[in-house]
């Protein structure tokens, strides 16, 4: 790896160890008009043996720094491949997608490691909570790499925790949590190292509506808090809480719009 990269990744480190998610709002406000990602007639094909299946068939999107986007469409339609290639956990089979201003495929292993963990927090439906493990110790996960104190692990955990409202559960491993409380923990976990882009994958589809409305609640403040958001659903009410939806179908996107214009 290039001296310069690991050094400039060193100073970042190092610049990151002091606010995390005590920052109320990352100087990265809605003001800010870069866009944050930028696809480029993506295009993404599965092979199987001799079967391909094209899961994306050329997607162009740009969202902005502090926008919070919600992706819909059927099951199949290609969210998850989408979310992916934003998320540099897989890179597309053609197009390109640059990630601040970054080109992701001309990054190495280590680069996209670093990014992911830098900059994306990633929420899933199934929670991914390593099991048999306290909430506390799930949120300090992330911090394993960022050469912190264990006092400064865990006192970044707790106000994570503490900011979804689990602070009286730190204690709890997940079976011991209801669905909801477990999203929560995760969300936490997503956020603990202050990520500037949240990537969320269905975080509702296993919840309840009382629990649904609590985890929307919370992304709709970390965008507020000047996050940007992209979450996928299939369900019209929670991506009504986005300010633009983009439905995708069979791996093309049919319709980017305001959130607004669809509730009317
Ligand atoms: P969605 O999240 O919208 O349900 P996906 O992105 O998961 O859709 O899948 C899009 C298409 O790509 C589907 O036809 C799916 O079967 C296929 N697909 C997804 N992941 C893989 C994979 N790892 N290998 C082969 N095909 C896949
Ligand atoms: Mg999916």
């Known amino acids: ?10 100073a970042a480190r190092a610049a990151r160890s002091q606010p995390l998610v005590s920052r109320a709002a990352p100087a990265l406000g809605a003001r800010d008009r870069r866009p944050v990602i930028a696809v480029q007639d993506v295009t993404k ?47 597309p089979t053609g197009g390109r997608y640059l990630i601040d201003g970054m080109d992701a495929s001309k990054l190495d292993e280590d680069e996209l490691s670093d990014l992911r963990n830098r900059k994306i927090g990633f929420v899933f439906q199934s929670f991914n909570l390593v099991a048999r493990t306290k909430a506390i110790a799930n949120v300090e996960l992330p911090l394993a790499y960022a050469g912190l104190s264990r006092a ?45 882009l949240i990537l969320a994958d269905e975080p509702t589809g296993n919840l309840d509506s009382h629990s ?7 992304f709709t403040r970390l965008n507020d808090e000047g996050r940007t958001v992209v979450l996928i659903t299939h369900e019209p009410d929670v991506a009504h809480q986005a300010r633009r939806v983009i439905h995708l179908s069979d791996g093309m996107i049919d319709s980017d719009l305001p959130a607004a214009v669809l509730q009317r």
């Open 212 to 218: 649904t409305k609590e985890v929307l609640s919370i």
């Open 1 to 10: 790896m290039p001296r310069q990269s690991r050094l400039s990744r060193t």
């Open 45 to 91: 094909v599965y092979r199987l043996g001799t079967v391909s299946v094209h899961a994306l068939r050329g997607v162009s999107v740009r969202i902005q720094r502090g926008d919070f986007v919600a992706i819909m469409g059927s099951s199949g339609s290609g969210k998850s491949t989408l979310m992916n290639i934003l998320g540099c956990l897989d890179a």
């Open 152 to 196: 400064e692990r865990r006192r970044r955990a707790e106000l994570a925790l503490r900011s979804v409202g689990m602070a009286q559960r730190v204690q709890h491993v997940p079976a011991e949590l209801s669905g909801g409380q477990q999203q929560r923990v995760a969300i936490a976990r997503a956020i603990v190292t202050n990520p500037a």
